[in-house]
């Protein structure tokens, strides 16, 4: 390695201070609980000890985790406590090998068999399989497996949304969507200092704890996390859900470097997501969920966040034939209208002013673009995507 590419290398890495210290050890402490489903009990699980315990069980299968990592909004909460994004998913990552699809059932059974650990006393763990351990607390289970991304990942379930997940890594291009979510916490030092120092932490007696921006600079990173700035590198590369996280962003305050800037991530990431997402009842799952996941607690900015996004598909989308982008922008409003139905914010309305754009053989000066819908439920044999007034974007 030459200088110049030591000191690139150098640039991505930062110790941690004594504060930021106690916060991750806080986070680890924390008990978070893991609902089951139907009748099974929920677990109390601490980040700490579920890692431990994985990490064991896997090295007493002959799996070699080369280090342990704290991803994602969790990190930069532990950089930066006043965001203004606060944290929801314990995003924890484990550098292993996944050679062949051995390795990963063995990772998949391997965490299952850990969740017995986490029963509470009483419960009878003699007949309980691994597929049923599946079933009742894992929310999400995914595999990887492809020339460049090595990957899966196991996401147990929270009803508020602060699910743990563990990604198990042997290769992944692509680590982060924006600089400010770019942050990775490497965990070996605390976690040993757990096991070996019988004297508490203090500010002048802690572990050294290191962070790294996967942005490249930490320090630049740390910059737009304090100045709530939205950048990245290489926007063509990020997935289809970067699109709903820049508009999350956006709802949160924060705001591209500059007007170029922006342009050009929001034509990448509409692209991106029209391709990932390409059915419409995909888009529609996606979008549930999202919202589901990521505002809890903040039901409230849900409207924000669709109104955002209905504004950057109608603005930069330039990948979809027409009837497709009315059909996208008609779901984001759909959904819109629906969330403020929820919270009561329309609760009597009746008619309901609905704008859209017409046809470019419309000359008449005299011709309206507006007019009066009466609001009615579509009947429930129709999906929400075929209702008369699904093109349309309500107004507050």
């Not at 490249?216 to 990173?221: Q, R």
């Not at 970067?242 to 922006?262: I, N, Q, T, W």
């Not at 982008?325 to 819109?336: K, N, V």
């Not at 009466?374 to 009947?379: F, L």
Request: hydrophobic share 35%; net charge neutral.
């Amino acid at each position: 390695m030459s200088r110049g590419d030591a000191s690139d290398h150098g640039r991505r890495f930062c110790v941690l201070s004594w504060d930021q210290v106690r916060r991750l050890d806080s986070i680890l402490g924390e008990a978070v609980p893991i609902h089951g489903r139907g009748n099974f009990p929920t677990l109390s699980v601490r980040p700490r000890q579920i890692v431990q315990v994985v990490r064991e069980r896997l090295e007493e299968r002959g799996v070699c985790v080369k280090d342990v990592r704290l991803n994602g909004s969790a990190a930069s909460h532990v950089l930066h406590q006043d965001t203004g994004l606060g944290y929801k998913d314990l995003d924890l990552i484990f550098g292993v090998s996944l050679k062949d699809d051995q390795a990963f059932r063995l990772v998949k059974d391997v965490v299952l068999d850990c969740l017995l650990d986490f029963l509470p006393p009483g419960v009878s763990k003699d007949r309980i399989s691994a597929l049923t351990l599946k079933e009742a607390y894992v929310q999400k289970l995914v595999k990887v497996c492809n020339d460049m991304d090595r990957w899966s990942l196991i996401s147990l379930s929270n009803n508020t949304g602060k699910n743990v997940e563990l990604k198990f890594v042997d290769s992944l291009r692509r680590q982060f969507e924006f600089s400010v979510d770019s942050f990775q916490i490497c965990l070996d030092s605390l976690l040993l200092f757990d096991r070996c120092s019988e004297t508490p932490m203090s500010e002048s007696f802690h572990p050294t704890v290191v962070g790294e921006s996967v942005y490249g600079d930490f320090n630049e990173a740390m910059q737009h996390l304090c100045q709530r700035t939205i950048a990245t590198r290489n926007p063509e590369e990020i997935r289809g859900g970067g699109l709903l996280k820049y508009c999350h962003l956006l709802v949160r305050g924060f705001r591209p470097s500059s007007e170029a800037d922006m342009k050009q991530m929001q034509r990448y990431m509409c692209s991106r997501f029209f391709i990932d997402f390409p059915d419409i009842g995909e888009q529609q799952r996606k979008l549930k969920a999202y919202l589901q996941n990521h505002f809890a607690g903040m039901e409230h900015k849900r409207y924000e966040c669709l109104m955002t996004l209905h504004h950057v598909v109608n603005e930069s989308t330039v990948c979809l034939m027409g009837h497709e982008r009315r059909q996208a922008l008609g779901l984001i409003s759909m959904l819109a209208l629906k969330v403020l139905s929820e919270q009561n914010a329309i609760p009597t309305v009746t008619n309901v002013t609905c704008y859209y754009q017409p046809a470019p053989y419309v000359q008449d000066i005299n011709f309206s673009n507006y007019y009066i819908a009466h609001v009615q439920p579509p009947p429930p044999a129709l999906s929400p995507c075929a209702s008369s007034y699904q093109t349309w974007m309500p107004c507050s």
